[in-house]
């Protein structure tokens, strides 16, 4: 440790620390732009001069060492005339637009010019003039004559986004920040350069001129497009959200969020926003119902099918963002009406995966631990996609050290070093782990498993191997496509007895806001009922669904259509009246997590409760209030719950303790799978994973959510006779699409990539198995 004195006050930091590692341990504010306590150093903007004694002139604070018996002082009059000096360099070339500008109000640069801008300036030049950049969608650059070249943009996108999207041009006062020619900013977490960028240069395309910061009412939420659960701030006007923005939680999320997170806001108030209850009429057409005449239909037509086909024919699903209450009240509901067919679990294809695993499935170890890790390998997941944010703390740790390999199903850029990586077809996920787990063995002198005798490891096998055989803390994570293949309950068998021989510890990467809050509210079937592959592969007479978008949010769409049409009674308590018109019979508005409060497990465990930051829009309801009313109709016993925190204590009781990842499964491998075709690869694009960002217009206008492609490895393309850009037909054993082609040496040979939750794709059916491919 080193001693140095502060303004008067002695503080002690590591060695190798600066002067801004110590102010800041003290509390003391030395003013910054450049300077942020997640990015390197880059020592550009020079506003954090101070006075060092014995040295010649001021240094700037975040990048001057420490030295033992060293004397700061960072308000001296050598210290604030160096300030001052810099912040009249600094406003020299700024436009005075802070009255039109987004930044106002909250602008690091108006801040600091309060306390050391002078009250007029001696510069008489002309000002320069920085075009505007065209970054896409989401960020606006505008104006970037207010570019003050902190660079923070720059190395976010380098450190923490793994990619340079940004850079600067040319030098001095000719210096400009810009993308690359023709290129916009395409990174997951691209809204963070907003957060970053200290003045006005950057700021938010879709909140643009919608309203000045102090008329914001900022209201805390957690977020539930993915299962992390990042902690925000929803910003709000006149009951209408208008902007979201990062809340710091170094356990959860740190200070950033990914652009789902982010701009998802704009799918919350759209037109196909359901307002009131809906009731089908005999004809096929609405109309519009009191909330007291559809509950009553609801409950009488639920009780009808009970009575007449028996409850076992009445089943719910439920999407995996909602509530840990709604979970438990819409489970108590069915239940009590004697059914067990309750499941949120809506991509999830292998039956046998329930009876291999006990406990709730988790990610076995807490977010700010990954770290820490030595060796990671992922198997059977799209990063990128569904975890942004676990992703990019993986990246931090790789650059410092952690040795990161894959099992996957196409080789996407995860825009970190991989230490190894085996890419197969999503049949072979099981064999593929196999494989390691012999090479393992071999490496280790032990003796193979008798159910793995014959596998042969391959090359990238032995790779991954030998990196697991050198781990002290290791973690392997089982994502979404190994979760939802129908050989899960292989595939979670092989990746235990892996973990076991490497002294891993086996986590999932759980899909959805609340997947875990799911299980722990007991929202999956118990005592013999039907999962929800189950449910829509033989028709029930009723269904119950809760916030989901059957057609994009299961494994085949095509065939959850098929069933809810074939049903006698469907009621949906959704949010859109798009997602259930085609099938519903009563249509009940409930509302979004914006507008109710409620509980989220993340993949962690971490129990994180939050409020409604609007009111419900129209004569919406909270789910949770819908359904213990409706059980109250329905004359079941228990549901006198009077708050959702009651609803959430009964449900949750000790979290800690019924997380497990125990796997009793037993060995296997995947017999070579038969049939003609190529072998499909569905990803859900990053802005169609639930039904918000589906409908948040500037998300579907970023390059992530183009139109669906059948995206072939050349090889695989050259042996079709087909090139970039061809138009052919895909078809399935459901049905057919036209899709173009485009060339993707990320995917295996033998296997086409072909994006699901995406209505030009829903007729091809399940998102597993084989499809043939044709030109038109």
């Known amino acids: 440790m080193v001693e140095l004195t502060i303004d008067g006050a002695a503080v002690e930091v590591p060695e190798g620390s600066m002067v801004m590692h110590a102010a800041n341990k003290l509390g003391v504010y030395v003013p910054h732009f450049c300077y942020h306590k997640k990015l390197s150093i880059a020592a550009n903007c020079r506003m954090c001069l101070v006075e060092v004694e014995k040295a010649p002139k001021a240094l700037p604070a975040c990048a001057t060492p420490v030295t033992n018996g060293m004397i700061v002082h960072t308000q001296s009059p050598k210290a604030v005339a160096a300030q001052k000096s810099v912040m009249e360099f600094l406003l020299i070339n700024h436009p005075l637009d802070c009255p039109i500008c987004d930044q106002g109000g909250e602008c690091q640069l108006q801040d600091l010019a309060v306390g050391y801008g002078g009250s007029a300036s001696r510069y008489r030049e002309e000002k320069r003039?920085?075009?505007?950049?065209?970054?896409?969608?989401?960020?606006?650059?505008?104006?970037?004559?207010?570019?003050?070249?902190?660079?923070?943009?720059?190395?976010?996108?380098?450190?923490?986004?793994?990619?340079?999207?940004?850079?600067?041009?040319?030098?001095?006062?000719?210096?400009?920040?810009?993308?690359?020619?023709?290129?916009?900013?395409?990174?997951?977490?691209?809204?963070?350069?907003?957060?970053?960028?200290?003045?006005?240069?950057?700021?938010?395309?879709?909140?643009?001129?919608?309203?000045?910061?102090?008329?914001?009412?900022?209201?805390?939420?957690?977020?539930?497009?993915?299962?992390?659960?990042?902690?925000?701030?929803?910003?709000?006007?006149?009951?209408?959200?208008?902007?979201?923005?990062?809340?710091?939680?170094?356990?959860?999320?740190?200070?950033?969020?990914?652009?789902?997170?982010?701009?998802?806001?704009?799918?919350?108030?759209?037109?196909?926003?359901?307002?009131?209850?809906?009731?089908?009429?005999?004809?096929?057409?609405?109309?519009?119902?009191?909330?007291a005449d559809a509950l009553r239909l609801v409950a009488e037509g639920l009780t009808q099918v009970k009575d007449s086909f028996g409850a076992g024919q009445i089943g719910a699903l439920a999407a995996p963002y909602a509530t840990t209450e709604e979970f438990s009240l819409l489970a108590r509901v069915v239940r009590g009406l004697g059914s067990d067919n309750v499941d949120f679990r809506l991509r999830q294809t292998d039956a046998g995966l329930d009876a291999v695993l006990s406990g709730t499935p988790w990610l076995g170890m807490p977010v700010?631990?990954?770290?820490?890790?030595?060796?990671?390998?992922?198997?059977?997941?799209?990063?990128?996609?569904?975890?942004?944010?676990?992703?990019?703390?993986?990246?931090?740790?790789?650059?410092?050290?952690?040795?990161?390999?894959?099992?996957?199903?196409?080789?996407?850029?995860?825009?970190?070093?991989?230490?190894?990586?085996?890419?197969?077809?999503?049949?072979?996920?099981?064999?593929?782990?196999?494989?390691?787990?012999?090479?393992?063995?071999?490496?280790?002198?032990?003796?193979?498993?008798?159910?793995?005798?014959?596998?042969?490891?391959?090359?990238?096998?032995?790779?991954?191997?030998?990196?697991?055989?050198?781990?002290?803390?290791?973690?392997?994570?089982?994502?979404?496509?190994?979760?939802?293949?129908?050989?899960?309950?292989?595939?979670?068998?092989?990746?235990?007895?892996?973990?076991?021989?490497?002294?891993?510890?086996?986590?999932?990467?759980?899909?959805?806001?609340?997947?875990?809050?799911?299980?722990?509210?007991?929202?999956?079937?118990?005592?013999?009922?039907?999962?929800?592959?189950?449910?829509?592969?033989?028709?029930?007479?009723?269904?119950?669904?809760?916030?989901?978008?059957?057609?994009?949010?299961?494994?085949?769409?095509?065939?959850?259509?098929?069933s809810l049409k074939a049903a006698q009674f469907n009621v949906a308590l959704v949010s859109y009246a798009s997602a259930a018109a085609d099938w519903a019979n009563v249509m009940l508005p409930v509302a979004p997590f914006t507008e109710t409060s409620g509980t989220f497990v993340n993949l962690a465990g971490t129990v994180q409760s939050f409020k409604g930051t609007v009111r419900p829009l129209g004569e919406t309801r909270p789910a949770w209030k819908v359904l213990r009313v409706l059980g109250n109709l329905l004359q079941l016993q228990g549901f006198d719950e009077e708050s959702s925190e009651a609803v959430r204590d009964a449900a949750l009781g000790s979290v800690a303790e019924r997380l497990s990842n125990t796997v009793t499964g037993e060995l296997a491998l995947t017999p070579a799978a038969a049939g003609e075709g190529l072998a499909r690869i569905t990803d859900v694009p990053i802005y169609f994973s639930d039904a918000i960002t589906r409908r948040a217009t500037s998300l579907q206008a970023a390059p992530a959510s183009r139109a669906p492609r059948a995206r072939l490895n050349p090889a695989e393309a050259t042996r079709l006779g087909l090139g970039a850009d061809d138009r052919v037909r895909v078809r399935s054993a459901a049905g057919s699409v036209e899709l173009g082609v485009a060339l993707d040496a990320a995917v295996p040979e033998g296997a086409v990539r072909i994006a699901g939750a995406h209505p030009g794709t829903v007729a091809l059916g399940s998102a597993f198995g084989n499809v043939t491919v044709e030109r038109v």
């Open 129 to 291: 003039v920085v075009f505007h950049k065209s970054l896409g969608p989401l960020v606006s650059a505008e104006e970037m004559a207010r570019c003050i070249h902190c660079t923070r943009c720059v190395r976010f996108g380098q450190e923490i986004a793994g990619v340079m999207e940004l850079g600067m041009l040319n030098r001095g006062e000719h210096s400009e920040i810009t993308s690359f020619v023709g290129r916009a900013v395409e990174s997951e977490l691209s809204g963070n350069m907003i957060d970053v960028c200290p003045v006005g240069a950057l700021t938010s395309k879709p909140f643009r001129y919608s309203a000045r910061t102090w008329e914001l009412a900022r209201r805390r939420s957690v977020s539930p497009h993915d299962s992390l659960n990042a902690n925000i701030i929803v910003q709000v006007k006149m009951d209408e959200v208008l902007r979201v923005v990062p809340f710091e939680n170094d356990d959860v999320n740190e200070c950033w969020i990914s652009d789902r997170d982010r701009f998802s806001y704009e799918g919350l108030g759209v037109e196909d926003r359901l307002k009131v209850p809906m009731v089908r009429m005999d004809d096929g057409s609405w109309r519009e119902a009191s909330w």
């Open 368 to 562: 700010a631990d990954i770290g820490t890790l030595d060796r990671v390998l992922v198997i059977g997941s799209f990063p990128r996609a569904d975890q942004p944010l676990i992703t990019q703390r993986l990246r931090q740790a790789a650059k410092h050290g952690t040795q990161v390999t894959s099992i996957d199903v196409a080789a996407d850029d995860l825009l970190m070093p991989l230490a190894g990586r085996l890419t197969v077809t999503p049949d072979q996920l099981a064999n593929a782990v196999a494989e390691v787990a012999v090479a393992f063995a071999q490496s280790r002198g032990t003796e193979v498993p008798a159910a793995l005798t014959s596998v042969q490891p391959s090359d990238a096998a032995r790779r991954i191997a030998d990196s697991l055989a050198g781990a002290t803390n290791a973690a392997i994570w089982l994502g979404s496509v190994a979760i939802e293949s129908p050989q899960a309950a292989r595939i979670v068998a092989n990746a235990q007895a892996l973990a076991q021989a490497a002294g891993a510890r086996l986590g999932f990467l759980v899909v959805g806001g609340n997947a875990v809050g799911g299980h722990l509210a007991r929202a999956i079937p118990e005592r013999g009922g039907k999962n929800a592959a189950a449910m829509l592969a033989e028709p029930l007479k009723s269904y119950i669904v809760l916030h989901a978008e059957p057609t994009l949010d299961t494994a085949n769409g095509a065939q959850a259509l098929a």
